[in-house]
């Protein structure tokens, strides 16, 4: 199972500044197939970004995908306080997706 | 618009099964996999498995593997998820979601069943 590992656990940020959440997998992830999900306290996920690079529908610009290989990063350049959430990293592969634990972003 | 509604919350004692539909509108039902997908308390999301609508092939996770089922009703459009044995663990949101076409990504999910297993 690739195992995917986010980083920070926790980011407390305030309004305008540029957020940088990490996601390291424990075996190369296959044509970039990761994609990052947003998640509100009592609300499905929502996909932000897929194949690793590309925005999903209606998101805002100021998030962006990149990495290749084992490292992946999601940015928020500049914050805005609707973007206080959980964000996750997900990969597909032969055995199947899997989700990492999860980074919080706590607004200031 | 695309919409996936899902059946509502079940209470179940341990060893029982029980069984969440989602019923997609708003696409080509047979177009997209459904993945299902939990979550626990507290948790991050766990993937279970896809159903390919079209074919009725699924592939499941290792850990579900022989306590789960997913089928589809291609005449309504709607997907099923069933999880047998169940234990105080398997206490979690599930959702069903649908699978970006041409990429990696869920795009679109259901609003979620809480499964809640208590003797």
């Known amino acids: 199972e690739n195992v995917l590992t986010q980083s920070p656990g926790t980011v407390s940020l305030s309004p305008g500044e540029r957020a940088t959440l990490s996601c390291r997998a424990s075996?190369?992830?296959?044509?970039?197939?990761l994609a990052w999900y947003q998640q509100k306290p009592g609300q499905a996920p929502r996909l932000l970004i897929y194949?690793?690079?590309s925005r999903a529908t209606a998101v805002p610009d100021r998030f962006s995908g990149s990495g290749s290989g084992t490292d992946f990063t999601l940015t928020i350049s500049r914050l805005e306080p609707e973007d206080s959430a959980v964000y996750y990293c997900?990969?597909?592969?032969?055995?199947?997706?899997?989700f990492g634990g999860g980074t919080k972003v706590a607004i200031k | 618009q695309v919409q996936l509604v899902q059946s509502g919350a079940e209470v179940k004692k341990p060893g029982a099964s029980v069984k969440v539909s989602c019923k997609a509108s708003?696409?080509?039902?047979?177009?997209?996999?459904m993945h299902w997908v939990r979550q626990a308390p507290g948790q991050g999301p766990e993937w279970m498995g896809w159903?390919?609508?079209?074919?009725?092939?699924?592939k499941s996770a290792q850990k579900f593997q022989g306590r789960v089922t997913m089928t589809r009703d291609t005449s309504i459009s709607t997907a099923y998820m069933e999880l047998s044995r169940l234990r105080s663990d398997d206490t979690a949101v599930y959702f069903c979601?649908?699978?970006?076409?041409?990429?990696?990504?869920?795009?679109?999910w259901g609003q979620g069943t809480l499964v809640t297993v208590s003797s």
């Open positions: 708003g696409y080509t039902f047979t177009g997209h996999y």
């Open positions: 979601a649908r699978v970006i076409l041409g990429a990696v990504g869920l795009d679109y």
């Open positions: 194949d690793a690079t």
């Open positions: 997900q990969q597909y592969g032969s055995l199947g997706l899997t």
């Open positions: 075996q190369s992830v296959s044509s970039s197939y």
């Open positions: 159903i390919n609508p079209n074919s009725g092939d699924t």
